[in-house]
Structure formats: structure tokens, C-alpha cells
């Protein structure tokens, strides 16, 4: 009963019963901007639940990528050292839109767990059942169910048993299938004890209730049903074993971790901990990778470096010094690419992206070793290690705190564990503070009522820039109106109209609206659900009612330079993906009138050789003046196509493709030019990156490129001018003005440095031995800039002493400590004295044991601060 097998017959099981197959969705949500991830089964039929979405059919089944690493879920610190906490996981689920209920979802859900010819053969003897307390009907199902003894069904209370959207929305009981992995692991008693040894494999939910900000519930009209099984959990009870680990979904993973580090699982705790994690964290790593998350230091990217950088560190314990995780992600892609095609179609991105970040934390994990040995060598003996330095270790260079602590302890130093705790904690906060989840337009309950009134406005602009529709609603300040008056201005929603709503990219149409009687200018128009079009219209003069007839005019010369745009950006897709390769992703784009904006996802910046190999296939596909083809198909014949399938977009089962012949075909809803050769002129603006692993290229076509290349035509004649040169001599000409002024910067520099030792005079008149230690600690009178040039000047003319310099500007006060290498951290620590020193003159510093600098407030107190320089050697 191997993961595949498990996998399969689930959905078969349900296919054969009415059920829609639906893909996985990917683990970036679309349609829930609260979320960093998927995290359950239902998230992609959200809007489904709550009736913002109609979907032709009313039951479904899926395997769900999902992963439970932030927020309440998040137990990222637990994963390894427990039988069943997982970042990824497979999330197995039923749901039924308003179509069967509790009868038939108990009875599946029974039927696929315990009969082993079409599901999984599990003994009902070991199957328990929880229901909530006050869900009778639930429970009388479970009791008459053939097969179940009543004795195993337990009533429990609406924190076990009780499921809901949030304060507000659909709610209702649930049922749980737990199963009872033996007496070995815990006493008897069933899931009511809370002990391991009843795992809940199977979580059945009843949305049956609406609940109201007043705490009422009133019966929904068409009750639905939600289920998720943890695939983990299920293959780990259909072999009998008790650890998730120890099943298919992760042996070969871990296998592939002990090859590397020349380990054997099942040798040490520690080293199994550590194989666990990095499989599991290789799983996550490379769905992430897959589905276009990038590591980086914020939001979902900073998640995926945390996860990516946990597995590295936990390499290390089990002594794989060279980079792994990738090789480790590439078995994860053998494993589960049959079942994920996106694995194994970005294979070499993966590879290319975890290998790179994996460079990245060799060199991070070395500057965090540096600071935590400078912050040990300023401790006193006992003391223990300020708590926001191992938060900075923690945050900022990816020490998780047990390492710390390790570390620490073996040099015999404690870590302030409550102010690491206090300092996280803010961080939490601060986070919780900073995602509150975005969103381009606030849809209000009278859009969703819009559109279950109305259907879908009847889109026309493919063919036509004007248009009669007849006015459904108005809506303005999110409550519906019946008419505008001149001057007035809201959002007007029409059966029909040529004005193209924004989305996919692409900006809304702009253009007019007439009556016999009236006029107005439409300013944009968007879409406030996916099924509507809203006119952001303003009366110029008369009144415009629900229900009269008005004629729209789209402005023609704007669209049809959006349409240049909006197909010369798919040729640059296609051409990015031939030149870098099939990993390029779109990421997000601008379509105007006046200029296009392309996001896609590469790791690095792109050469001048790439941007021009970019704009000649760019050029080629223009000469070539291909017609450009759209066609409404069905989905599944638009991807057998060849027709790619945009990041983060939400399809139908109808969709709508735009093919260039032999070059590009894309699924798009936007409007397009007839032929390439229609964009004219194309050129690429910049390139530069916005995001880790995203890259922005800014174009023009047409008219506004013709613009763009007179206005550098202008500034390239310009810059010959003024260096009386020809365009040929142009960059000959500026290295010439950079290298001397190089030359010059060069013997200022050297010339600031004499001047600062002639003001200063001779420093040396200062030594003194102290202890039979030679110690100079004089004020510098020159040029501050030259402190600790002139500080390391001292040290090598000394040989072996110490030398304390400082000088004063401003009424501020600069210290530098330079201790030659014979003495450094032995006999005197840079770092320790000019902490001393500092506090003297109202500041503080610290540096290495032979170099450190300070600052200070207090610039009268300097002549005695470094007076007290000797007293405090001696007493080092």
C-alpha cells in the first residue's frame, strides 16, 4: 500500500462517484490574500463555500499540496523531533457544494478506509469516531453504520468538534476518523485521553450554519460538506507503522540525505533528527520552488530561506559540508514528479535556485560564527549571552537558538533565553502586524449579490469598440443607486459592453457612455468580482438610470496601443523562456497604452548579450507578421496544446488562447493586435531585479519606442558634443574622464593622509611602558577620516604595544584601539578596552581583540578618558 497506490484510489473512489478531479492548486493561494499558503484542502473552493464562485458541478476530490509553517501552524522548531509534524504535506479531501450531506460523506469516508478492494482494508476495530456533543444526527449515522462499534464513538466538545470560516460566515460540527496504533503507545480509553496513540487520520466537516455577528446560527439553505486526510498519516496506518517517516512518503528522501552524509538512519537520535528534517524540508523546498516562491527576506520568500536554511544547518550536524540540499530536492522530484508535473518540468531551475541559496548561507553562517565569537570574547566568565544578540543570530543569519546554546556551552557561557524568547516574540508580532493580507479592490456583499442576480457581463471588446448595454445597477460608496446626475460619479454595471475590465495585467479600457439624453466619461473600468465589469463613470450632463439603454465608446487609439503591448509581452515571455530557459515564470505585468512591464522569475541579472539574443527573437516574430490566433477551447485542450497556464490565475473549464504559430500560445482573456507585425518598433527599456528570484524588464512598442529612441538619439548627440568626439570615440572618450579622475581621487587621498600626519605631529612622544608593555594613547588633531589609517601606522611603527587614539568634531568624540598581534586577546582585547574607554566619554563600541573603534558624546571628557588608557592596560 505505497504512497501511489494510496494517492490513486482515493481519487478513483470518488471519481466513480460522481466526483470532478480537480488539480491541486498551487500552495501560493489566489484567491485568499490572508494566507502566506494553502494550508487545507478547501482553501481553492473558498469562494465556492461562501457562493462568490460558480463552479459546473457540485462535488469534487483532490490531493492538495499544502504547508502548515506560519501562524497558528506554525511548529517549523518541532518538525523532525516528532513522529507527524511536517512544513509539506499532502492533504487528501472530499467536497460536496450544496449536493450530498452527512449520510453519504460518513459513508464514503467509511466504506474507502476499511474495504481493501477499493480502498485501503484498515481494521474497523482499530477506527474510532468523534463527533461533536450535540450533533445527534451525526452520531445515530456512526451508530447504524455497518461495521462500527458503538463503543468507539465519542461525543466531544466544539474545540475538538466544531469547525468555522472565522467569527462570522458558514460554520458547523464536525466528525473525526482516528486510529488506535496500539496499546504499546498509550492507555485505553479512545481519543477522548488525548494520547498519541490515537492519530486522527480523517476530518469530516458539516457546514450547515451561517453564523451572524450577534452569535446567531441560522440553517444554510444548501448545506456543504469538507473533508481532509493527511496522506502521510493515512499510508502510515494502512502499513501499519506508527511514524509518518517511516513510510514511502520519505524513505527514499532520507535515504538520499544518509547517502550523502555517509550516515545510516536508525544509528543515533540526533542523527535521525537531522535526516528528517532535511527530508522533510527538501519536500517543502522544492514545491516552492516549483510554484514560484523564491528564498528572500520577507513574506513567503523569507519563509521558504528559513525552511531551506534549517535543513543546511541541520546538514552540518551530520557533517555534509558541501552543498546537498539540492541534490536531495532533485530525489524529491523523482519521487513525486508523477504526481506533480510542475517538479519535474522545472527540474534544472530548482536545482540551479536551492544550490545558489545554499552558497548564500555558507557565507551568511560564517559572519554569524564571526559575530557570535566577537560577542563571546567581550563576555565576562559566567556571564551569559545578551538575549537580542542571539535573536540577531537567529533572524539575520539563520541560527536556530539549541545552536547558540551549543555553542555557548561549550565555551561555558549561558544564553539569555528570556530575552530571546521576548525579542522573537516582538518580531511575531511585528509580522502578524505587517501581513494583514492585501487585495486590489474590496468586493462588498452587493457585488457578490450583483452577480448571483445577474450572472456575467457579456464581454464584446474582442470585435468591437462600441456597443449598446442596458444599465443593470449602480453602485456607489458600495450601496446601490438608481441613477447618477450630472457631476456625480460611481461605478455602473451593464448586461453587455466592449470596455475590457482590468485584469490579467492588463489596465482597464477608458473611453464614454451616452443616452439621448445624457453623457459621461468612463475612466477606467475593472472587475469587482470575476464575473462582472464595473465602469468607473462620472456624468458629464443629464441622469443616467438602471435600466436605460446607453452606447458605449471605448477610446480606440488607447486599446489599440494596449493590444501592440499586451501581445509584444507575450513574444517577450516566450523569447525569455527560449534565451534562459523553461523555468521562467511570469510573475506579474503592466499592459498599457503607453508602456509594458514583464516580472518573471530568474535568479539573476540578465547580460546585455541575453537582452539583445531577447529583442532580436522579439524582432523576428514582428518581421515575420504572423497572424495572431485566439481560440475558446476547453481547458484540458488548451494545456494538451502546449498553451501555458499563468501563475496565480484562476481558469475555467472554457478558456480563451492566444497563439502566435510555432512561437507562443498562451491561455489570456485580453485583447490583442490582429498581427505581430502591427507593434512595429519594439524596444527593451531596463532590466533589473524587484524581488529575490524576479527580474523586471520594462518595453515600448510602436510609437512610444520611436519616442524612447529619438529622446537617447538626442542624449548620446548631446554627450559627443560636449566631448568633441564622434559616436565611435563616445566610450573611449568617458574612460578617459574616469581614469583621470581616478588618478587625481588617488593623490588627494595620499595628500589628506600627509596633511593629517603634519597637523598631528609626532604621537610618539606619548608611549609609555606599562607592565613591560609599550602604550600610546594620544588625541589626533587631524583629519578624522585618517583615524584608523593613522592608528594601524602606529601599531607597525611600535612592533608589539598598544596604541588608543581619538579625536573630536563637532562636539562628538571618535576612538580607535589597535593592538599588534603578539599581545592581541592575550595580554590586551581591543574590543574589552575600548569599551571601557568609550564609556568614559558617554558612548560605547567593541570590535575584534586587535582592532576597535567607538564613538562618544562627551568631547571634554577626552583628555582624561585616554589619560586612564595606562591605568587600564595595567589592570587588563
Not at 300 to 311: F, N, S, T
Request: glycine share 10%; net charge negative; aromatic share 8%.
Amino acid at each position: 500500500m505505497n504512497v501511489q497506490v494510496v494517492r490513486r484510489r482515493f481519487l478513483n473512489y470518488f471519481t466513480e462517484f460522481g466526483h470532478t478531479e480537480v488539480e491541486s492548486s498551487s500552495l501560493v493561494p489566489s484567491n485568499d490574500p490572508t494566507l502566506f499558503f494553502v494550508n487545507a484542502g478547501m482553501v481553492q473552493f473558498k469562494d465556492v463555500f461562501t457562493g462568490a464562485e460558480k463552479r459546473d458541478y457540485s462535488r469534487a476530490t483532490t490531493v492538495q499540496k499544502c504547508l502548515r509553517v506560519s501562524g497558528k501552524h506554525n511548529d517549523l522548531d518541532n518538525v523532525g523531533r516528532t513522529p507527524r509534524h511536517h512544513t509539506f504535506f499532502e492533504m487528501l479531501g472530499n467536497f460536496s457544494f450544496g449536493d450530498y450531506f452527512k449520510q453519504d460523506a460518513i459513508r464514503h469516508a467509511w466504506t474507502l478506509l476499511t474495504d481493501a478492494e477499493v480502498g485501503y482494508g484498515l481494521d474497523p476495530d482499530k477506527l474510532w469516531i468523534t463527533v461533536f456533543e450535540e450533533d445527534d444526527e451525526a452520531a445515530e449515522i456512526w451508530r447504524t453504520m455497518p461495521g462500527v462499534d458503538p463503543a468507539r464513538i465519542q461525543r466531544l466538545g466544539a474545540k475538538d468538534n466544531f469547525w468555522s470560516m472565522g467569527d462570522t460566515g458558514p460554520c458547523g460540527p464536525c466528525t473525526e476518523i482516528h486510529y488506535d496504533h496500539g496499546a504499546h503507545l498509550g492507555p485505553d480509553g479512545g481519543p477522548a485521553t488525548e494520547s498519541d496513540r490515537y492519530v486522527e487520520i480523517w476530518n469530516l466537516v458539516f457546514m450547515q450554519f451561517e453564523r451572524f455577528a450577534d452569535g446567531r446560527m441560522e440553517p444554510l439553505p444548501r448545506p456543504s460538506v469538507d473533508t481532509g486526510m493527511g496522506l502521510e498519516r493515512i499510508v502510515a496506518a494502512a502499513n501499519g507503522v506508527y511514524n509518518n517517516y517511516d513510510t514511502d512518503c520519505f524513505e527514499p528522501i532520507i535515504a538520499k540525505a544518509a547517502e550523502l552524509a555517509g550516515v545510516s538512519y536508525g544509528a543515533s537520535d540526533d542523527t535521525d533528527t537531522a535526516l528528517r528534517v532535511i527530508a522533510d524540508h527538501a519536500r517543502a523546498t522544492a514545491h516552492l520552488v516549483a510554484d514560484g516562491v523564491m528564498p528572500s527576506n520577507e513574506g513567503r520568500g523569507y519563509v521558504l530561506r528559513r525552511i531551506m536554511r534549517r535543513a543546511i544547518r541541520f546538514g552540518v550536524k551530520i557533517d555534509l559540508s558541501e552543498a546537498f540540499l539540492w541534490r536531495v530536492a532533485d530525489t524529491v522530484i523523482d519521487h513525486m514528479g508523477e504526481a506533480y508535473p510542475d517538479l519535474e518540468r522545472r527540474r534544472s531551475f530548482i536545482a540551479e535556485v536551492v544550490r545558489g541559496e545554499e552558497h548564500r548561507f555558507a557565507a551568511t553562517l560564517s559572519k554569524g560564527l564571526s559575530l557570535l565569537e566577537d560577542a563571546l570574547a567581550q563576555l565576562d566568565e559566567a556571564a551569559a549571552l545578551d538575549g537580542d544578540i542571539a535573536f540577531r543570530l537567529y533572524d539575520t543569519f539563520g541560527f536556530p537558538i539549541d545552536l547558540t546554546e551549543i555553542i555557548c556551552g561549550e565555551r561555558g557561557y549561558a544564553v539569555d533565553s528570556a530575552g530571546f524568547q521576548a525579542a522573537l516574540e516582538a518580531q511575531r508580532e511585528r509580522s502578524r502586524q505587517g501581513w494583514q493580507g492585501t487585495d486590489q479592490q474590496t468586493v462588498g456583499q452587493v457585488w457578490r449579490d450583483l452577480s448571483a442576480e445577474h450572472g456575467t457581463t457579456a464581454f464584446l471588446g474582442y470585435t468591437a469598440d462600441e456597443a449598446q448595454g442596458r444599465v443593470l445597477a449602480i453602485v456607489v460608496d458600495g450601496e446601490s443607486r438608481g441613477e447618477l446626475k450630472a457631476g456625480e460619479s460611481g461605478l455602473l454595471l451593464a448586461d453587455r459592453t466592449p470596455f475590457y475590465g482590468e485584469s490579467g495585467g492588463q489596465v482597464g479600457d477608458s473611453g464614454a457612455l451616452h443616452t439621448e439624453d445624457a453623457r459621461a466619461t468612463v475612466a477606467d473600468a475593472t472587475k469587482p468580482v470575476a464575473s462582472l465589469i464595473a465602469h468607473h463613470t462620472t456624468v458629464d450632463h443629464g441622469t443616467i438610470s438602471v435600466g436605460d439603454t446607453v452606447n458605449f465608446e471605448v477610446d480606440a487609439g488607447l486599446r489599440d496601443r494596449t493590444r501592440l503591448n499586451h501581445t509584444a509581452t507575450h513574444l517577450l515571455h516566450a523569447a525569455l523562456r527560449t534565451v534562459l530557459g523553461d523555468h521562467v515564470m511570469q510573475k506579474g505585468s503592466l499592459v498599457g497604452p503607453d508602456r509594458l512591464r514583464f516580472d518573471f522569475s530568474h535568479h539573476k541579472a540578465m547580460g546585455s548579450e541575453e537582452l539583445q539574443r531577447v529583442e532580436d527573437l522579439v524582432y523576428g516574430e514582428i518581421l515575420r507578421n504572423s497572424q495572431v490566433v485566439a481560440q475558446e477551447r476547453t481547458l484540458d485542450e488548451a494545456k494538451a496544446a502546449g498553451a501555458m497556464a499563468l501563475f496565480g490565475e484562476k481558469y475555467g473549464k472554457q478558456v480563451r488562447t492566444i497563439d502566435v504559430p510555432g512561437f507562443s500560445l498562451e491561455l489570456c482573456g485580453g485583447t490583442h493586435a490582429r498581427r505581430t507585425g502591427d507593434i512595429g518598433l519594439f524596444r527593451i527599456q531596463s532590466e533589473a531585479g524587484v524581488a529575490a528570484g524576479v527580474r523586471r524588464l520594462e518595453a515600448q512598442t510602436g510609437p512610444g519606442a520611436l519616442a524612447w529612441v529619438r529622446t537617447r538619439d538626442a542624449a548620446l548627440k548631446g554627450a559627443t558634443g560636449l566631448l568633441r568626439t564622434g559616436t565611435d570615440g563616445l566610450v573611449a572618450g568617458v574612460q578617459r574622464l574616469l581614469d583621470d579622475r581616478k588618478r587625481l581621487g588617488t593623490e588627494l587621498d595620499a595628500l589628506k593622509v600627509e596633511l593629517a600626519r603634519a597637523q598631528a605631529g609626532d604621537l610618539t612622544d606619548a608611549v609609555r611602558e606599562v607592565d613591560g608593555l609599550k602604550v600610546l594613547a594620544a588625541e589626533f588633531s587631524g583629519d578624522p577620516g585618517a583615524l584608523r589609517d593613522e592608528a594601524d601606522r602606529l601599531r607597525d611603527q611600535l612592533g608589539s604595544g598598544v596604541v588608543v587614539l581619538g579625536s573630536r568634531a563637532k562636539g562628538r568624540v571618535q576612538l580607535v584601539v589597535a593592538v599588534t598581534k603578539d599581545l592581541a586577546g592575550k595580554r590586551v582585547h581591543a574590543g574589552k578596552l575600548i569599551k571601557s574607554v568609550a564609556q568614559l566619554v558617554g558612548g560605547g563600541g567593541g570590535g575584534r581583540p586587535d582592532m576597535a573603534q567607538a564613538g562618544g558624546k562627551n568631547a571634554d571628557a577626552l583628555p582624561d578618558a585616554l589619560e586612564k588608557v595606562y591605568e587600564l592596560v595595567a589592570g587588563s
